[in-house]
């Protein structure tokens, strides 16, 4: 077993803060998935999370994005301690903070691209706005999809889709990135370049990415891997040099 490093790297106050975390499902038999969880991540700093199927990785990160609440420790974002937000306070500040990439992308069939990545703010805002639009063109531009702003999700490849997605959890501009296996359900190729899409805005936003992952190829090139094996962090270590 690797030794623990600290929890969490870089200096100041960091973006997501677990302090002794657990989470108990079910009342007459309680399990205990996560045990005891410490976990610091930095701005700037792109964290893979590993572990066998069942270890509690999709728990940690249901947790870190505000989508569940821990049966104890504590859970802060941005220095804010969630614990005593109520249901509201919880998703204005997921809303704020937080940007989600999933192995399958969830755009929503009827609408355009530019439709989908400006989905976040009209919820956010109450309705759509020119300079969400400008915001949703320009993240799609960066993606390399302005050509096809118009297009519905069922015109586009699996790897132009997961771009669009990843342009929606970025339009609000969001301290944090959580990715669930966001390369796949995608071929080699296209994997790897959306990894690169994903570290270049890491290195333009210096937003914070937790990154599930069972590719030993990705997780290799964050740079840090934090291993949960049967809800608790066995290791966390930079990975090899390439």
């Given amino acids: 077993m690797a030794e623990r490093m600290?929890?969490?790297?870089g200096s100041g106050q960091p973006v997501v803060l677990l302090e002794g975390v657990t989470r108990d499902y079910g009342r007459d038999v309680v399990t205990r998935v996560l045990k005891g969880v410490d976990l610091r991540l930095a701005a700037?700093?792109?964290?893979?999370?590993?572990?066998?199927?069942?270890?509690?990785k999709s728990t940690l990160l249901n947790l870190v994005g505000l989508l569940d609440r821990a049966t104890s420790g504590r859970v802060c974002l941005e220095g804010v301690d969630t614990a005593g937000l109520d249901d509201t306070a919880l998703t204005r500040l997921r809303g704020r903070s937080i940007g989600f990439v999933f192995q399958f992308h969830h755009l929503l069939p009827a609408f355009t691209a530019?439709?989908?990545?400006?989905?976040?703010?009209?919820?956010?805002?109450?309705?759509?706005?020119?300079?969400?639009r400008r915001k949703a063109e320009e993240m799609l531009d960066r993606m390399g999809m302005s050509d096809r702003l118009r297009y519905k999700p069922g015109q586009l490849s699996g790897g132009q889709q997961q771009r669009v997605a990843i342009a929606r959890?970025?339009?609000?501009?969001?301290?944090?990135?959580?990715?669930?296996e966001p390369t796949g359900n995608l071929d080699t190729a296209a994997g790897a370049q959306v990894f690169e899409l994903l570290r270049r805005i890491n290195r333009e936003e210096r937003a914070a990415f937790l990154v599930v992952t069972h590719d030993q190829h990705i997780a290799d090139r964050c740079d840090r891997v934090v291993e949960l094996v049967d809800g608790s962090i066995v290791s966390e270590?930079?990975?090899p040099p390439a």
């Fill in 6 to 9: 600290p929890a969490g790297t």
């Fill in 169 to 180: 959890a970025l339009c609000l501009g969001p301290r944090l990135i959580l990715a669930d």
């Fill in 237 to 239: 270590h930079a990975p």
């Fill in 114 to 132: 530019l439709e989908n990545v400006m989905l976040p703010g009209i919820a956010r805002d109450g309705r759509p706005s020119d300079a969400l």
């Fill in 44 to 56: 700037g700093e792109f964290t893979a999370l590993v572990g066998p199927s069942g270890s509690g």
